[in-house]
């Protein structure tokens, strides 16, 4: 065990909030669709899978340039976003809690099987690195640092839309009051769709920054699934905000514990944190009763 303040331990604060940039833009699009359409996506972390996938199809496969590879990514999961809800979604919004989970835990598996069948279970990658700087003898990522950059940047970005477009009025709107808003107007099955299109969107932003950083393979979404629930439940489902202060949170006790200890009981302390949190305060830190 060390956890002696050294430069050793601060460079373990630096780095959580750097992961942290990475949770905080994993749980942005679930949070969004939870907020508006009150459906929680069991397998985001899979649509997040499928866009990294694309990546590396349109990266290593076709031999497109890389941000090309990532725009189509993005775009990608945008689609599958929009379908998932037109074909899984819509037609169970009616349906008790349950069926919903029931149904998107299918799309869970066969998205895995998809993957499964059509890349193999073996690891890939798109052979890009961005290298690391070094600060006073500490060592960060680059590719993290290009993450909680954008991730800041696409929580400003649709913040922005949400507050200065009429799509994103009407989404907000939708999200205070499901029943009033049809009956001024507004269509709500379009919003549904566009804000799953939306949050589709933001999980392919995440898959690309993630195939920066991790290999891909078809069951990635076991290794971040947990963790993105995790930070959604802890900031309240639905709050954006305080899925950012939730993943800073939960970024900082992975990342001390694990120097402190190992990284085994990094993401055992978190956990532990998340349960306690919940005996207190089960709509968690922002969330409402």
């Known amino acids: 065990m060390n956890c002696s303040p050294d430069i050793f331990l601060l460079e373990a604060v630096l780095n959580g909030v750097l992961l942290a940039g990475l ?8 949070n969004l669709v939870f ?8 397998c985001y972390a899979e649509v997040v899978m499928i866009g990294m996938y694309g990546v590396y199809y349109f990266h290593n496969e076709l031999g497109l340039a890389l941000l090309v590879a990532c725009a189509l990514g993005v775009a990608l999961t945008a689609v599958v976003g929009g379908i998932l809800h037109i074909i899984v979604i819509r037609p169970l919004l009616k349906a008790a809690p349950i069926n919903q989970l029931l149904a998107t835990g299918g799309v869970l598996v066969f998205l895995q099987a998809s993957a499964t069948m059509a890349f193999g279970v073996e690891f890939r990658n798109i052979g890009v690195s961005l290298g690391s700087i070094s600060v006073l003898d500490m060592y960060f990522s680059n590719a993290k640092i290009v993450t909680f950059i954008i991730a800041l940047l696409a929580m400003a970005g649709l913040a922005l839309f949400l507050k200065c477009t009429y799509t994103g009025m009407a989404i907000q709107a939708l999200r205070q009051d499901r029943e009033v808003m049809p ?43 947990p963790l993105i629930f995790l930070v959604c439940v802890l900031g309240g489902l639905g709050n954006l905000i305080g899925g950012f202060i939730a993943a800073l949170i939960i970024a900082q006790l992975i990342t001390l514990g694990g120097s402190c200890f190992s990284t085994e009981w990094g993401y055992a302390i978190a956990f532990l944190f998340f349960i306690v949190v919940m005996f207190i305060r089960p709509q968690g830190l922002l969330g409402k009763k």
């Open 35 to 42: 907020g508006v359409i009150d459906v929680i996506w069991i």
């Open 183 to 225: 009956l001024i107007g507004v269509n709500s099955s379009r919003i549904y769709t566009i804000t799953s299109t939306i949050g589709g969107g933001l999980a392919g932003l995440a898959a690309v920054l993630m195939t920066l950083q991790f290999d891909i393979y078809p069951y990635i979404g076991l290794q971040f699934g």
């Open 23 to 30: 949770l905080a833009l994993l749980s942005l699009g679930l």
